[in-house]
């Protein structure tokens, strides 16, 4: 490499040893680790996966497959509807936790025990709850009305609200958390403005909290779409895809193909999501790394 | 008269305060009926487990002493797979500290040429959704041989951390002020000096934050697990809770009893560093 100087004079560029400084190359040294991790298990994996996908068949072939169809409006189900009340839910928590009352703190410490406890045995937990015969809720319908509850998980569509209840369950306490911090950010003093005006609970929400909180609740709404993009244990666990693979959504059909060794079918099916993921994953990152 | 020290009584904070408890008991209830529902499978014989009792007649630890004695088929490795999770766990920890600090330290303090694009590079990482990575992740291992090894899953688990991880320390290190480096650069301190008598221990905090959180990510992980890793003496115990349901009967009360078992260490751990947790992860997660 050469700089080049004002008309066609150009004079060899130094060694790269003398343009660093030793800081800098610690710099590097110190650098290369994550660059080897990045490298490998993920510059790689992905190239890979999208090599093994690039035959037109895959997508014919996933076009054909009634389940990827089903898995697909599943996974917008379960995008648009889950973390739209899951987002709400913790919006309106976060106003009840951020109340000063010794008895909300130890409430507060409690609530985010699902979101510390490993998935399996909780989600394991509650789908022998739902169990029709010997589950604890239709134990409690029986001994309340005198009839047997629904069959939960075999129905498709109640399962399907039950694993997005499971969904709920595990991820509201961390969103939660998160939007307590944006809610204690905001300074007291317009609040006591508002009251001193005799602002209503609601206007105080509408004129000083919301527009306060407004970025940063879209911001978790769309972080909060990716990952639950990539929540595979509150379907799988809770109904394995079924009944009749008709709960599946992407991420557990994606590793349903590779358990029947259909790789390919596998990372043909993720890429189908990826127009979707893209602009979200460029928007976080714009909005991340401003 | 209103006497000194007694508040006065008033119906408004009683209605307000009954309006907060008709949230705060739906709460409580919807956070902890499922790990009730473990821990009443736990100390419940089997009979009682199954009739959907609320408390059992005959409230018992006979299910943790099958446990650790190993007396079930499905419970023949059991201390080889918890010790597994243990490994792995403190393994991906250790890892992910050590490979995230060096990497915010270069970014952050070196100010490396390319630093930036790493970071977004690390960014871009973390908004892949987890289980997408893994099935391209999971032909990787096996292209380098590493399946059913426990280094799959650690180095599976350290690439799920990393980028977090150097975003969090990243944030925390932007705070520290550049005159610190510049003092002890004047002292004639090298980098590896200011690295280690400067910059650690003023990260103490946000290192315990990540290392927390990378052990729990580990510790909790199934599905990377269950993808990587298969003989019953090398996979961890969310994978062996998970072969518990191939049988037709499955014991849900010694399911259920090592599951409770294996959710104690982490929320264990995570009440220890709670204080650590929240403000060194929240700050990372959230830049408004």
Partial sequence: MAITLSGDQSIPAPPLSSRLTPAQVWGIVLLAPYLLVFLAFVVYPVCYGLWLARAPSNYVALYNDPIFARAAVNTLIFLVIGINIKMLIALFLSGFFAQQRTWIRWLSVIFILPWAVPSIPTILSVRFMLNPEWGMINHLIFSLTGDDGPNWLNDPTVALSMAIAVHIWKSLPFWTLILITGRLAISHDLFEAAEVDGASWWQKFRFITWPSMQTLYITCTLLSMIWTLGDFNSVYLLTGGGPADLTHVLSTLGIRYLRLDQLSLAMASIVCAMPFVLPLVYFMMKRLSR | ?288
């Fill in chain 2, 1 to 288: 008269m209103k006497l000194p020290g007694v508040s006065e009584f008033s119906w408004r904070d009683v209605a307000t305060e009954a309006r907060l408890l008709l949230i705060g008991i739906p709460v409580l209830l919807w956070t902890m009926i499922p790990i009730y529902h473990m821990f009443l499978f736990a100390i419940s014989p089997k009979e009682d487990a199954f009739s959907g009792k609320l408390w059992p007649d005959h409230p018992t630890l006979h299910n943790f002493e099958i446990v650790f004695k190993q007396q079930h088929y499905f419970l023949r490795d059991f201390y080889v797979q918890f010790w597994n999770s243990v490994v792995i766990a403190a393994a991906v920890g250790a890892l992910t500290l050590v490979i995230a600090t060096a990497a915010a330290f270069a970014i952050s303090r070196l100010k490396v040429p390319g630093g930036r694009m790493v970071l977004n590079l690390a960014l871009f990482t973390y908004f892949i959704p987890a289980a997408f990575l893994a099935v391209p992740m999971y032909r990787t291992m096996g292209n380098y041989g590493l399946l059913n090894n426990h280094w799959s899953l650690i180095l599976a688990m350290v690439t799920i951390a990393s980028p977090y991880a150097i975003w969090v320390l990243k944030q925390a290190s932007d705070k520290l002020p550049v005159e610190l480096d510049e003092a002890a650069v004047m002292d004639g301190a090298t980098t590896l000096q200011i690295f280690r008598l400067v910059y650690l221990p003023l990260m103490m905090p946000s290192l315990v934050a990540i290392g927390t959180y990378a052990v729990l990510l580990a510790w909790n992980e199934y599905l990377y697990a269950f993808l990587l890793l298969s003989n019953d003496q090398e996979i961890t115990l969310p994978v062996a809770l998970g072969n518990f349901l191939a049988a037709d009967d499955s014991p849900w009360e010694l399911l259920m009893t090592t599951g409770f078992i294996y959710a104690l260490p982490p929320a264990a751990v995570y009440y220890a560093f709670r204080r650590y947790m929240v403000g060194g992860l929240t700050a990372g997660a959230v830049k408004s």
